[in-house]
């Protein structure tokens, strides 16, 4: 899946901005370049492209200055509405027919990545995948392996959920399996996961990690509890 994009007028005002300032900034060296090297030439009776060049190095280098500061401004104010509003999530598990964590977003704007590992089996049986992977964030019906939410905006990641053999199968089997953007564990009837969710801006904090406790209570029922 792929990360969820900024809205078109985001991107394309990022794209003028940035693009404008690139070609501000190439058009302003090229004009000093240009002047000093006019210096170093040998004096003639008129020296018109000194003159023109002149002219638009006092034209362009005014206008670069204010995109430079306009741009220093508005970074300046991103940063002090983070350090006024952080970003932070609230974690909210639930169980049932699948175990999920439900991921509440306040604060400022932030694209978040969550990845999950197999950190205990309850049977005390061989872990068989200890190693982190990626998840999905899912959002209006759609999958994201990293997501921008703003305040007040919500997502999900599944973290492990009934399997069944297809009804066609010669064997009739039924397991629980741990979830992950690379595919799914088979596990016993119980297993703890570590979760580590990061985002961009990178929190003050850094990583955030939390353990869950799933466990299958019946047929179609997980159970899914935090723990320390």
Partial sequence: MEPAKPPFYSRIFTLTWEGAYQWLVGIALGLIVAQVSQFKMPTAVAHPAQYWLSTAIAFVLPVLAFVALSETIIRSRRRFKRWRHPSFLTVIPGGGKIAAIQLDHHGQPATW????????????????????????????????????LKEGETASVTLAEIQRSHPL??????????QNADGGVHVGLGVVLEIGITAEPELKNGRIKKYFRVTWEQTDTLKCIEIN
């Fill in 169 to 178: 199968s010669s064997t009739h089997k039924i397991w629980m399996e741990v």
């Fill in 113 to 148: 990545k969550v990845q999950i590992r197999i950190a205990q089996m309850l049977d005390n049986s061989v872990n068989p995948d200890p190693l982190l992977h990626s998840c999905y964030l899912h959002k209006d019906s759609k999958s994201f392996r990293e997501l921008l």
